[in-house]
């Protein structure tokens, strides 16, 4: 896709070449469009994330979500459940059903990523899609460097799914949430008391014990907008607070530390879970849950998980439940 411009080049190569042409002599006031333009971008700073989404550790996700959008793109939701990092929702169009997630904020300068099209927006903006195999990725990266992604694919269970459809669906969230940044609204949400929220994910488990653990640097990495924490080149040891429908949690059949534990694994890494309070009071069987994933590469993982999540375990708030 070609860049769309928009005023904002064109009122700044004319203001310039206005001053250097009349640098001895006051410059002729400048007619139509272009003083148009320049007037309404001297009132438009740059947008950043937060200026576009309110308190980025807070950002209630759903709310970017127009239903209207996918409508016209022939998609309905069938549901929706928010989280701390993104929104999950589930959409049906005439051939198939797939999940949609908006949400998980980045940062370019951390998280490399290379748009196949860019389009510059107003505000120092971009619209950017992204290769993603046979899903479907559009992000909106801020003025700031900050980015929101909107990522459409297939159910597991439902089949081959048209990729056009997808995209269809990724381009009308897409562009919800682009009117929705650009609202001058807050979305912002709040959390129950004794929610993981509360915490600092990267101050529950100590770089020192990690360090001796892997025998490296393990200096902790804040996810942006708070809600989880990575250690180490590679990002050995992550933790992250999320959000799962959980009817019961007879799964989590493991204790440790006197928490109700789900550990799952494979040749490389081990995750240890614990279920948390309720998310949202409107949802009973949306759980907050605490995941943290070791990576070693060996038969070894699941040794580190659990002795980290021994770690960890105790510092949660209680969970009553």
């Known amino acids: 896709m070609l860049t769309k411009h928009s005023g904002l080049v064109a009122a700044t190569l004319a ?3 206005t001053a250097a042409c009349g640098a001895s002599e006051p410059p002729e006031p400048t007619e139509g469009p272009s003083s148009d333009t320049a007037s309404t971008t001297a009132q438009e700073p740059p947008l950043t994330a937060e200026a576009a989404l309110g308190d980025l550790t807070a950002v209630d996700f759903c ?11 022939e998609a309905d939701v069938d549901f929706t459940v928010p989280g701390f990092q993104h929104c999950s929702v589930g959409v049906a169009t005439s051939s198939t059903k797939l999940t949609l997630m908006i949400g998980g904020l980045y940062d370019k300068d951390r998280e490399a990523t290379w748009p196949s099209e860019d389009e510059t927006l107003s505000r120092s903006v971009h619209r950017q899609s992204i290769e993603a195999g046979d899903a479907c990725l559009r992000t909106l990266l801020f003025a700031d460097g900050i980015g929101v ?62 360090a001796e653990m892997y025998d490296a640097s393990m200096v902790g990495r804040e996810d942006i907008g708070g809600h989880g924490c990575a250690w180490g080149m590679g990002s050995p040891i992550e933790l992250d607070f999320e959000v799962s429908l959980l009817a019961d949690t007879s799964e989590f059949s493991t204790r440790i530390a006197g928490r109700p534990t789900k550990v799952v694994s494979d040749d490389m890494s081990c995750v240890v879970s614990t279920p948390h309070i309720e998310f949202s009071p409107d949802e009973p069987n949306a759980r907050e849950v605490l995941s943290l994933t070791a990576t070693t590469f060996d038969d070894r993982s699941c040794d580190a998980a659990h002795e980290l999540a021994e770690l960890v375990w105790p510092a949660l708030p209680e969970s009553q439940s």
């Open 63 to 73: 709310a970017l979500l127009d239903e209207k959008t996918l409508a016209g793109a």
């Open 15 to 17: 203001a310039l070449l």
């Open 149 to 210: 992604q909107i990522f459409a694919q297939g159910l597991t269970d439902a089949g081959p799914v048209d990729r056009k459809v997808l995209c269809r669906v990724a381009d009308a969230a897409t562009d919800g949430v682009q009117e929705a940044a650009f609202s001058e609204e807050q979305f912002t949400r709040s959390f129950r008391t004794g929610s993981l929220a509360e915490l600092e994910p990267c101050e529950l488990l100590d770089e020192t014990t990690l």
